[in-house]
Structures are given as structure tokens and as C-alpha cells.
């Protein structure tokens, strides 16, 4: 069975400093995986996705993923942070094999930006 | 440039009371769904639907129904709350089912059960 860990309930960065956001997966075959973005109050936005191909993913507002398959892992990157960054961030799983579309997700990192 | 639309937005409910909560996309999505989002839990998937007519169950199915009459809607029903419903219920749709689509998320709907 699929299934996503997110070892970071909270993280807190100061703006301007770079970011990452740890997730692991367990999946028995290549998986399709993507980060979200929630905004508070709001819906789940897609900031990127890993189907095939290059391991790094370039994604909207300047993050970047990177698959390691050694390492069962996906995380997230930014540079440099901006205060608008603060948000919750979650990873998802997706089975190629599940026949139609049944994402698991991660528990979340709630992202917190200090001046 | 509606995307997805998800109403109400908050509701209050007595235990034992049923209520339907609504889901529309304009984006002619054949593929829709609806999760549950709990503190520390994440996004577990209730139901979804593969096109009109098309039903089948997620991760957390009991005490919740769904029908997909169109390609539009797809609305969820509780027959009969409970306080364990207690969530953030959020409605997603996707171009088609298959594997690794990306999802469009409506802004979600906070319900209470009393």
C-alpha cells in the first residue's frame, strides 16, 4: 500500500533563508508524487509533480523537488523564502498501477516565516 | 474562471441530522472527488467518481453517500451526522482518472456536528 511521511510537523525559517521540506513514500514501483500548497482557508494548490524523466522538478513560485529513489524521498526547495511563503505543505503519492486516480497524502508541514 | 466550487463554506449540524454538501467544476472534468482533511491526519479521500454515473469508494467511506447524476456535480451526503464527521471536507476534480493527474481543489467546506 501506498503511503507518505512528513517528518516536520513545523518548520520555521527567517525570510530570505532556504528551505526544505523532507517526504518520504512507500510505494512498491516508480510513483507519481506532487507537493501542495494550502494557503489558510483555502483549497490545495499544485506546486509541482514527478512522473518520469529528470529526478529534478522544477514547480511554480520558484520551488523545486527532487526524487531519490535510493533514498524513497521527495522533498522540496526553495532558495529563498518570502513571507508569503508561510503556508501548509503537503506531499502526495499516487499509484501507477491503482488502475484510477487514489492519492495518498502526507500529514503536512505547516511553514512558518520569521522577519 | 470558477474552477472548483464547493458550498457552503461553514455549517453547524445536530447530531443526527443529515445535510448535502455540494461540489460543481467547469472545467468538464470526468474524474471528481471528495476527502475529508483532519488535525495531524492529512487528506484522506471518502469517495470519488471516474465520470456520470461512475461511483466507488476511498480510504474512509462509512457514514457518508455519493452520486454523479452529471459531469458537473458531484455532491456528498450525510444521512445521519456524528461528531466524528467533525472535518474539513474538500472537493477535487481532474482532467480524467487515470494515474497522475493533478487535482483541482475547491476552497473546502468546515463542518461541525453538535
Known amino acids: 500500500a501506498q503511503s507518505v511521511t512528513q517528518p516536520d510537523i513545523h518548520i520555521t525559517v527567517s525570510e530570505g533563508a532556504s528551505l526544505e521540506l523532507r517526504c518520504n513514500y512507500s510505494y512498491g514501483a516508480t510513483p507519481y508524487l506532487f507537493w501542495y500548497v494550502q494557503s489558510p482557508g483555502q483549497g490545495l494548490q499544485l506546486l509541482l509533480k514527478y ?11 520558484g520551488f523545486e523537488a527532487e526524487f531519490k529513489r535510493s533514498q524513497s524521498s521527495f522533498n522540496l526547495r526553495k532558495p529563498s523564502v518570502h513571507w508569503s511563503d508561510a503556508a501548509e505543505y503537503f506531499c502526495a503519492v499516487g499509484g501507477r498501477n491503482t488502475g484510477f486516480q487514489k492519492l495518498v497524502f502526507g500529514t503536512g508541514t505547516r511553514l512558518l516565516v520569521s522577519p | 474562471n470558477a474552477g472548483v466550487t464547493q458550498t457552503p463554506k461553514f455549517q453547524v449540524l445536530k447530531t443526527g441530522q443529515s445535510m448535502t454538501l455540494q461540489c460543481a467544476q467547469d472545467m468538464n472534468h470526468e474524474y471528481m472527488s471528495w476527502y475529508r482533511q483532519d488535525p495531524g491526519m492529512g487528506l484522506r479521500l471518502i469517495h470519488y467518481s471516474v465520470g456520470a454515473g461512475i461511483t466507488d469508494q476511498g480510504e474512509v467511506p462509512n457514514g457518508y453517500n ?3 447524476s452529471t459531469t458537473e456535480d458531484f455532491p456528498l451526503r450525510l444521512l445521519s451526522a456524528a461528531p466524528s464527521q467533525t472535518s474539513v471536507y474538500f472537493c477535487a476534480s481532474s482532467a480524467s482518472g487515470l494515474p497522475g493527474q493533478p487535482q483541482h481543489f475547491g476552497d473546502g467546506t468546515r463542518l461541525s456536528i453538535l
Open chain 2, 66 to 68: 455519493v452520486s454523479r
Open chain 1, 51 to 61: 512522473f518520469s524523466g529528470d529526478t529534478l522538478v522544477q514547480g511554480i513560485k
